[in-house]
């Protein structure tokens, strides 16, 4: 049985900028702590995978000094994760509240995948509150139920490490060629690369310009249909699936039946040098 596997932000819906940047700031605000990212400033933050971990890199001598924090690790450890329990319990409101949309696509081919038998999962390094709320949001209550979700501190390493894909693979019963991921970033990239899994990019807010050398397919989005149009913009297809305007279900399992292993792999197209 085939997989299909979602990581949460970004890819599910685009909720970095405007879901966990005010989420981090107003946690900070509310802890009296002398820091407030700024958009350029998160930008950076993003490419350090888990919530814990990013608060972690304002932990300076300096910073705990300044904010009156304990030196003790265990002390600061227990700090942490306050700030980031509170800072969930936000960014779940933010995501009640529907302010932030699904990205195009992603309900279209989970409908498609479920309906064809596939297995449905996503796997973050988010904490499992937030993944479930933007899960729901993304796929409504009943097609969420249908997915396995692993999330948070189910592992100790976070991506770009394979370990979450690695979870994922041996709670799901699968092999790696037998699941495609959806990612948005070039940690989830190499996260999915590393665990031997084929993966598919939906660029982001912030991840437009990164480099996605090693994926199946890069798109500007899954895209959909008319009466809401959002065309999938392919920015590079190595093995020429050629999806059209939106991708559907049989360009990814075409993605699988090219990456292989098997007699009907092949290797990727050479890259076209024309700017896309």
Not at 41 to 65: C, H, I, N, S
């Amino acid at each position: 049985m085939p997989a299909l596997v979602f990581d949460c932000d970004g890819v599910l819906a685009d909720t970095e900028r405007d879901g966990h940047l005010p989420a981090f700031n107003r946690t900070f605000e509310e802890f009296g702590l002398p820091v407030r990212w700024s958009d350029e400033e998160y930008a950076r933050k993003v490419r350090v995978g888990g919530g814990k971990e990013r608060m972690r890199t304002l932990l300076t001598p300096d910073f705990v000094a300044a904010a009156g924090l304990p030196t003790d690790p265990a002390a600061l450890d227990e700090r942490v994760a306050a700030w980031h329990r509170r800072k969930t319990e936000i960014y779940t409101a933010i995501i009640g509240g529907g302010s932030i949309p699904p990205r195009p696509g992603v309900r279209r081919v989970a409908t498609e995948a479920h309906e064809a038998g596939w297995a449905l999962a996503v796997a973050s390094t988010s904490a499992e509150p937030s993944v479930r709320s933007v899960l729901e949001l993304a796929m409504g209550p009943e097609l969420a139920s249908r997915f396995a979700v692993f999330a948070g501190d189910v592992v100790q390493r976070k991506k770009p490490a394979p370990d979450i894909y690695a979870f994922a693979l041996d709670r799901l019963g699968l092999r790696p060629a037998d699941a495609v991921v959806i990612e948005d970033s070039r940690n989830g990239l190499l996260a999915a690369l590393g665990a031997g899994l084929t993966c598919a990019v939906t660029t982001s807010a912030y991840t437009g310009q990164e480099d996605f050398t090693g994926a199946a397919l890069v798109v500007t989005s899954l895209g959909d249909p008319p009466p809401r149009e959002t065309v999938a913009r392919v920015l590079s297809d190595p093995f020429g699936v050629d999806p059209g305007p939106y991708v559907v279900l049989a360009d990814l399992a075409g993605l699988l039946t090219a990456a292989g292993p098997g007699p009907g792999a092949r290797d990727p197209a050479p890259a076209d040098p024309r700017p896309h």
